[in-house]
């Protein structure tokens, strides 16, 4: 991957223009499908079952609605698709519709004998996503997976949606749609659920409800007070009605919040381990990055406007981020801003922080990068806005502007290669931003994300990201690139602040991945290793300064740690105005050190204290990073089998343990990001 | 061979079901349906078909008795059954169900009382003939194929 930097060579996905379901689908499916059939009718019943199993599904048959429900609840990703009577004696069946919709977002197919239109209708109301009269015949059944990777499809597009995706990030997302369907479906039904989902996940509502509703952009403030809600009430006892009211938004439905609770729910799951239904996980950090992402694409333009980022390295990330994100980006934006917005709430907050605190000097960045043509998407300039900030673009923003914040400034001087930069940028904000939305506890996403992080590693930037501490829950792998991502931008920082330390863990895997994508790249070798590096230990910022002020390459590739070490001495040397560059530096070697204790969450506050304001540049960056790194997630990553990102993380953690010696000096409890002058 | 007078005659005796519209095309497909791996599927269906809807046969007749007549309820009854009748291809007892539904719709109390008796009259018919056939069946040996009516 890392050697194509040309569009569409990076993506894992099949690049294709439009997501084609046989992209997605692997080659076993529709076989293993996992149906649910509620009839209380005993011999439809036993034929039913024997219909779906000889269409080679995978059946489980109920008796009663009420035994259903409470099967589907705990089993959120047991399921594919559910098929129900409309009569029932416990339950009527439009009810038991309702619930599923709500609660499970999975594609309802309703049955009866009756054909009467009136019956047909209601189906179609209560947001059945078809219905079949008996006697069923085994053809009807064989066609229902359709309704399953319909979802797919729309979560999907959902979520290319909410990140401001352009054509071209439509076909990334496309493609890594159909890596991340693949991936789900070869890794295991279960995994591509969710929507799973998604996944999802997205379009929630629009494949099992007939009725069109307007789309619930799920802003950052709008998901805090989600989460907000949730908490209150306990994640257990959250219902949808419930946290509506508390939420007290006018025009939200009650709709609206289910499938995002639901969304909500596989996110957390992610961040504790679970692979998570991919398709809800993805529609919903569609929404939350909706409105991040923009920044992102006005970093990298920027960038490239002001000619800091070379072409060539602007292609590079633009390849990077195109590549990696086009299929994933829709993902690891939404997996990134998930994660941001999920798992922790200070993590919004400090993005709005760090945003205005940053945003002054950011600002600078993202002009820097409006001047930049950027090809890349929106999600991917962000991840390169994140990137380049941390790394080369921040020298470029320095150069450029000169105003920048002195910490771009002397990022800037530090990245001094912008080339690399660009690459790491790229892959930094790449891979930040599926790795932190991985973390967001996405499975997918966070597979994905390692995987992106792999290629963004270039960015350590946004792994760094403080701002994303939050993530450091679950995926410290999503944390990692978050932090990075946030502590480039504005400060050199975002090495020691991200919270990606805690992310650590997952960074380890992190890196791995980055290392493998790195590798094709080339150029970017030099970036992967500071990518990882940083994302590990150091604030992303770090290597690339070291790199920069080094200006040498080879260092920068051989080993983070070595540039750790570097950044701090070349960031001193170069004069680096900014208290935060050192500061970072230490945070750096804090983060990385905290990255190293696997996740460690204290980090993440500490992150937290510098990601403020990296927040604001990380949640652009992170935001657009993670729909970029999402695309770059490799399927394998996507889907929720974990293993990319614990492969990720015992990549980063090995890496860790390689990296800089300084980061054990610091206590990562202790990552003093407190101590970066911000 | 000595199976093949007895299969003759088991097509014989299931061509005369579906000619005689006692079965319907939704037979055919649980025949589709049996494999090696459930080789009397079809008379495990039939088998749960009855016992269930004996049930329901029950329900309706003690309903009726009580006057007056609740046509929602009866509806209800009747609904289950011609549904669970429509999965195995009961063609007769379907329609007769769906007669009764009607008189339950229109509240002719007389009405669901004809034809409930039909309905009792062709749910035994078929039962009978359902018998003798998978008898015959057992006794021929695993049929190859299904064949399609007419």
């Known amino acids: 991957m890392n050697s194509n930097i040309g569009k569409g060579s990076m993506s894992t996905a099949s690049s294709s223009a439009a997501w084609k379901a046989g992209d997605v689908v692997p080659d076993r499916f529709p076989a293993g499908l996992r149906v649910l059939v509620v009839d209380d009718d005993p011999t439809c019943l036993m034929i039913l079952e024997k219909m779906l199993r000889t269409c080679l599904y995978e059946v489980t048959k109920c008796n009663r609605a009420e035994t259903a429900l409470s099967m589907l609840r705990e089993n959120k990703n047991g399921f594919d698709i559910v098929i129900s009577d409309v009569h029932m004696p416990d339950m009527d069946g439009f009810k038991l519709l309702e619930h599923i919709g709500l609660e499970m977002d999975l594609p309802v197919i309703m049955m009866s004998a009756d054909d009467g239109k009136h019956v047909v209708m209601k189906g179609v109301t209560h947001g059945a996503c078809d219905y079949l009269i008996k006697p069923v015949r085994i053809e009807a059944l064989k066609n229902i997976w359709q309704h399953v990777v319909r979802k797919w499809k729309n979560e999907w597009k959902d979520f290319e949606q909410s990140g401001s995706v352009e054509e071209g990030d439509r076909q990334q997302k496309q493609s890594e749609d159909a890596d991340y369907s693949s991936s789900a479906n070869e890794g295991n039904w279960k995994s591509s659920k969710k929507r799973k989902d998604d996944e999802d996940e997205t379009d929630e509502r629009d494949d099992s409800s007939t009725l069109k509703k307007p789309r619930v952009v799920w802003s950052v403030e709008l998901h805090q007070q989600f989460v907000a809600a949730v908490n209150q009430l306990g994640i257990d006892k959250a219902v949808p009605k419930k946290i509506l009211e508390l939420m007290n938004v006018p025009g939200l439905t009650r709709e609206n919040v289910a499938s995002h609770l639901q969304k909500y729910r596989l996110y957390l799951r992610r961040l504790s381990g679970v692979s998570q239904h991919q398709n809800s996980f993805m529609s919903h950090q569609e929404e939350t990055f909706g409105p991040l992402s923009s920044l992102n694409g006005l970093d990298l333009q920027t960038l490239a406007a002001t000619g800091q980022l070379p072409a060539e390295s602007l292609a590079t990330l633009q390849a990077a981020g195109l590549g990696r994100s086009t299929a994933k980006s829709g993902v690891p934006m939404a997996l990134v801003d998930q994660r941001n917005i999920f798992s922790f709430e200070n993590p919004k907050l400090r993005f709005g922080e760090g945003q205005q605190q940053h945003i002054n000097g950011n600002n600078k960045q993202i002009n820097l990068l409006h001047g930049i043509p950027m090809t890349m998407e929106p999600k991917q300039l962000v991840g390169l806005h994140h990137t380049a900030q941390s790394i080369g673009n921040v020298n470029m923003q320095v150069t450029s502007h000169g105003a920048q914040s002195g910490q771009n400034n002397s990022l800037l001087m530090q990245m001094g290669q912008p080339q690399s930069r660009g690459h790491i940028l790229n892959d930094a904000t790449v891979g930040h931003a599926p790795r932190l939305l991985s973390s967001m506890g996405q499975p997918i996403l966070s597979n994905g994300i390692a995987a992106n992080v792999s290629t963004r590693n270039r960015i350590p930037e946004n792994i760094r990201a403080p701002g994303y501490n939050p993530v450091s829950q679950a995926s410290s792998m999503l944390n990692f690139p978050m932090n990075h991502a946030s502590e480039l931008p504005g400060n050199i920082l975002p090495l020691g602040s991200t919270p990606g330390m805690s992310s650590l863990t997952s960074k380890g895997t992190f890196q791995e991945d980055v290392n493998s994508e790195i590798k094709g790249s080339g150029g970017f070798m030099p970036s992967y290793d500071i990518f990882n590096d940083l994302n590990q230990h150091k604030p992303q910022s770090w290597e690339l300064q070291n790199v920069s002020m080094t200006s040498d390459a080879s260092q920068r590739s051989n080993s983070l740690q070595g540039n750790l070490d570097l950044t701090q001495s070349v960031l001193v040397q170069q004069g680096i105005s900014s208290g935060q560059m050192n500061g970072q530096n230490r945070s750096a070697a804090v983060v990385s050190k905290a990255m190293c204790s696997a996740g460690d969450f204290s980090e993440q506050r500490n992150a937290q204290n510098v990601n403020q304001h990296f927040n604001t540049l990380l949640v652009d960056n992170t935001i657009r990073v993670k729909s970029e790194i999402v695309a770059d997630v490799s399927p394998a990553n996507l889907f929720p089998d974990h293993f990319g990102q614990e492969d990720l993380m015992s990549a980063l953690l090995k890496q860790q343990e390689g990296i800089a010696p300084a980061e054990n000096e610091f206590d990562f409890d202790g990552y003093s990001m407190d101590n970066i002058p911000e | ?150």
């Open chain 2, 1 to 150: 061979m000595e199976r093949n007078p007895m299969r003759r005659q088991l097509a014989v005796m299931r061509q005369s079901l579906f000619d005689q519209g006692y079965l319907d095309e939704q037979f055919v497909q649980l025949e589709e349906l049996q494999d090696d791996a459930n080789p009397n599927f079809v008379e495990e269906v039939v088998t749960l078909y009855y016992r269930d809807s004996a049930r329901l046969i029950l329900n309706v007749e003690q309903a009726l008795e009580r006057k007056p007549f609740d046509f929602n309820k009866l509806d209800g009854y009747m609904h289950q059954f011609k549904g669970s009748s429509s999965s195995i291809g009961a063609k007769k007892v379907k329609a007769e169900s769906t007669l009764f539904r009607e008189y339950c719709k229109s509240g002719n109390g007389e009405g669901c009382m004809r034809t409930f008796q039909q309905l009792k009259k062709e749910y035994a018919t078929l039962r009978k003939k359902l018998e003798a056939y998978f008898q015959l069946a057992r006794q021929a040996g695993p049929m190859e194929t299904a064949c399609h009516p007419k």
